[in-house]
């Protein structure tokens, strides 16, 4: 969650951190304008900060840098969903099969308590309801152990919530709630028991019927716009 104003270190950094957590909960749509004007008011900030925090988010993909004063949300995409699909069905196994072959008591402790009361995602979720399913999936990359991998899965994560969110408004039965539930229990049993291919055999599965794989089928299936 943001952190209050007088508490963050500059006002580029409070920019960026409102801007961020609005543009990841969908409160800033993506391709929505973003008009310096209007926006550095409404934050309490001057325009230089928040140029400041729009590069950053730019950097981040998360923001298109205007030629001139406006700037707009990066808009979803296909080739994006594709991208951050086809880089989970790679690392995100590799994770939880080291996970299964480094964890510690800590780190299996950290996977239970992330996992306790978990819910399956419904549409339009809250974002601490994201944050919740965040955090047991970091607990699960945090126990391999591997810091490049961890580093590189919490930056994909960050482009993957706007796609989540997109999946969602594709309609789920309950069973396939419930199968997301199961698979979250399996993986945490597969690395408890030191499975490493069994871990990474439920990932995958976990994967390639994600919220992030029904956004890149629904892209995908989306009409080309005209120019």
Known sequence: MVQPQA????????????????????????GQVLNQATLA?????????????LRR????????LGAH???RVAPLTAEEARDLLEMRRSLDPLAVSLAAERRTKEDIRAMR?????????????SVEQLIAHRRLHAAIYRASHNDLLIATLDALWDKADRYR??????????DERDLKAAEHADLIDNIVAGDADG???????????????KAASRLSAAPIPRQ
Not at 41 to 53: D, H, I, Y
Not at 113 to 125: I, K, M, R, S, T
Not at 165 to 174: A, D, S
């Open 199 to 213: 871990a990474a055999a439920v990932m995958r599965r976990h994967i390639n019927t994600s919220l992030g794989a």
């Open 113 to 125: 308590e992330a996992a306790e009361g978990l819910q399956p995602l419904h549409y339009d979720p």
């Open 7 to 30: 508490a963050v270190s500059t006002k580029s950094e409070y920019a960026y951190q409102v801007l961020r957590e609005q543009i990841l909960s969908g409160a800033l749509e993506p």
């Open 41 to 53: 008011p409404s934050l309490g900030v001057s325009t230089t900060p928040l140029r400041e925090a």
């Open 69 to 71: 004063r406006d700037s």
């Open 165 to 174: 969110r997109l999946g969602l408004e594709v309609p789920h039965t309950e």
């Open 57 to 64: 988010l730019s950097t981040e993909g998360l923001v298109e």
